[in-house]
């Protein structure tokens, strides 16, 4: 009888796995499997979901990355990687794995908060005390002492790559470095820059969080003249802009955090759309556009535009998704605040 009670038991377990996807159970699995192969560079797992998923996960067990908060993530046109950590900035260059720091480099801080690309691969790095810019061989480094950086603690960066213009976010102010190298403050009084991009036409946008007011705002910067969008008017009171992304139609989407807001909005000819949120999405961060796909990171990675899309966890871990980017071969690589680095590849 025992064992008969055991094979319904186990025939009603495996029902239930398959009824939910086995997703917090193959969580688990997959953690356990990470745990037990950490003694290898590259962790590779295949995970079942609406369709078979490849993983491939970075830590400071498995990899030399040098800490598993990951704050930045570029990628360049040869797949090379830049991955900003709260303890240096590594590239990945032909799976040759390099690691900047205050003390082997010009870099001016180990914690890294921000990256950007030029076209040549150039890459701007911002930290908590300083910005630099490394061309491969030779750095140059702005702070508030030798710039007119009016504060070193570097937010976001954008490169516009059209016009050869980098825009700087900080705690206080922006600032444009042109294809020159010659940096000009732009006054923003105190509101702190939380994300930055450039449209098709050369536009900058950027999210704004007002401190004194605790009130988001999204404004468009174009020769010289500022047109804003408070977002609490728009129905967004104390919201956190924290990402920028722009579309094939110039449109401008927004990712929207706090205390009772999570939102992806999108600008449409001056109107505002909310796009929808799939059921499970929350603590959300950050946005990457692939396509017609919205795909926004936070406690876990999930495609907006419909309610009941799946929200898809890195396996093993409960970590804040806090950057993205787009390799050649369509992986999506996951900067997270303490699980290190993980790429993601449906397999087809």
């Known amino acids: 009888m025992d064992g008969i009670k055991d094979h319904k038991m186990i025939s009603q377990f495996y029902k239930i796995l398959r009824t939910y996807r086995m997703k917090r159970q193959l969580a688990l699995l997959s953690m356990i499997f990470v745990t037990a192969s950490c003694s290898v560079e590259n962790t590779e797992i295949t995970t079942p979901q609406e369709h078979e998923v490849e993983w491939i996960i970075y830590n400071k067990e498995n ?18 990687k830049w991955i900003g950590t709260a303890k240096g900035l590594v590239r990945i260059k032909n799976e040759t794995w390099t690691i900047f720091t205050h003390a082997n480099s010009s870099l001016p801080s180990d914690h890294v908060t921000a990256l950007t690309l030029e076209n040549d691969g150039t890459v701007w790095v911002g930290t908590d005390d300083g910005l630099a810019r490394f061309d491969g061989n030779n750095w140059s480094v702005y702070t508030n002492e030798n710039s007119v950086l009016t504060n070193n603690n570097i937010k976001c960066l954008a490169h516009d790559t059209k ?83 722009i579309d094939k139609n110039n449109a401008v989407l927004a990712v929207l955090a706090g205390t009772s807001t999570r939102a992806v909005i999108r600008n449409n000819e001056s109107n505002w759309e909310e796009i929808t949120r799939p059921d499970g999405a929350r603590g959300l961060k950050t946005i990457l556009l692939e396509d017609e796909k919205i795909w926004v990171g936070g406690n876990s990675l999930a495609i907006f535009g419909s309610k009941n899309a799946e929200c898809v966890q890195i396996p093993g871990q409960e970590t804040l998704i806090q950057a993205m980017a787009l390799d050649s071969k369509g992986r999506k690589w996951l900067g997270t605040m303490a699980g290190g680095l993980a790429g993601y590849k449906p397999i087809k």
């Open 163 to 245: 016009v050869n213009v980098t825009w700087i976010g900080t705690d206080e102010g922006l600032v444009k470095a042109d294809k020159n190298l010659s940096l000009e403050h732009i006054s923003v009084a105190d509101n702190t820059i939380l994300s930055v991009t450039t449209d098709h036409y050369g536009a900058l946008w950027v999210g704004f969080f007002k401190s004194f007011a605790f009130i988001g705002q999204i404004s468009k910067y174009e020769n010289g003249v500022w047109q804003h969008h408070n977002l609490h008017n728009l129905g967004y009171p104390s919201s956190f802009p924290y990402g920028l992304a």
């Open 63 to 80: 990899s030399k990355l040098p800490d598993n908060q990951v704050n930045a993530l570029a990628i360049d046109d040869q797949d090379n």
